[in-house]
Nanobody
């Protein structure tokens, strides 16, 4: 059974920084992709940043140059460092993992609120 546990959200002023963490347990060696999505009220869930199994990263245009995704394989943990935060980054952030059979797993979500 795969579990994804997120932490690190909170309230920050515009221009500030936060780091999100996602710890994976279970059959994480079967993941093809792992990363972060976000969903703001009234909006669809959107990709923020992700890793492929081979280490290739992909970022949404809106966060390029401000957010950095990284991972610690020994801890089965993925991080999202968010700098120069903007009010439009306010959303619930979800950790995602997709295994080799294209099954998606989701964390419980962590709220990020950026005040202007």
């Amino acid at each position: 059974q795969v579990q994804l546990v997120e932490s690190g959200g909170g309230l920050v002023q515009a221009g500030g920084s936060l780091r999100l963490s996602c710890a994976a347990s279970g059959n994480s060696f079967n993941f093809n992709y792992m990363g972060w999505y976000r969903q703001a009220p009234g909006n669809q869930r959107e990709l923020v940043a992700m890793f492929t199994r081979s280490g290739i990263t992909n970022y949404a245009d809106s966060v390029k140059g401000r957010f950095t995704i990284s991972r610690d394989n020994a801890k089965n943990t993925v991080y999202l460092q968010m700098n120069s935060l903007k009010p439009e980054d306010t959303a619930v952030y979800y950790c995602n993992a997709r295994n080799v059979w294209n099954t998606d797993y989701w964390g419980q979500g962590t709220q990020v609120t950026v005040s202007s």
